[in-house]
């Protein structure tokens, strides 16, 4: 059984950075695509990005964190990594990391992961 852990989440002022992580343990990392999600209460679990290593070492960015968010990963360290920069108000959630083999049409849906970490909340503002 895979378990997950994310870390990092903090109050950090508009402009700012974080970085997230997210620990893997029980399971064989390398073969996961790591999604991250992130969701603010009375809304939808919102895609983030993600990282398929297998089949072609992709990575995938929503819309509105495209060239400000980017997503690495430590497979030795069974550690994946969401580097979040030029922080607004708008990013604040808690964030999920994921681990799963989803195909290309499911991979930005909840529905392409098996295992989900507990969340490290974000909070952008002054």
């Known amino acids: 059984q895979v378990q997950l852990v994310e870390s990092g989440g903090a109050l950090v002022q508009p402009g700012g950075s974080l970085r997230l992580s997210c620990a893997a343990s029980?399971?064989?990392?390398?073969?996961?695509?790591v999604g991250w999600f992130r969701q603010v209460p009375g809304k939808e679990r919102e895609f983030v990005g993600a990282?398929?290593?297998?089949?072609?070492?992709?990575?995938h960015y929503s819309d509105s964190v495209k060239g400000r968010f980017t997503i690495s990963r430590d497979n030795a360290k069974n550690t994946a990594y969401l580097q979040m920069n030029r922080l607004n108000p708008e990013d604040t959630a808690l964030y999920y990391c994921?681990?799963?083999?989803?195909?290309?049409?499911?991979?930005?849906?909840?529905?392409?992961?098996?295992?989900w970490g507990q969340g490290t909340q974000v909070t952008v503002s002054s």
């Open positions: 029980g399971g064989t990392f390398s073969r996961y695509t």
């Open positions: 990282h398929r290593g297998l089949g072609g070492n992709t990575y």
């Open positions: 994921a681990l799963g083999q989803p195909i290309l049409s499911v991979l930005r849906r909840e529905t392409g992961y098996r295992y």
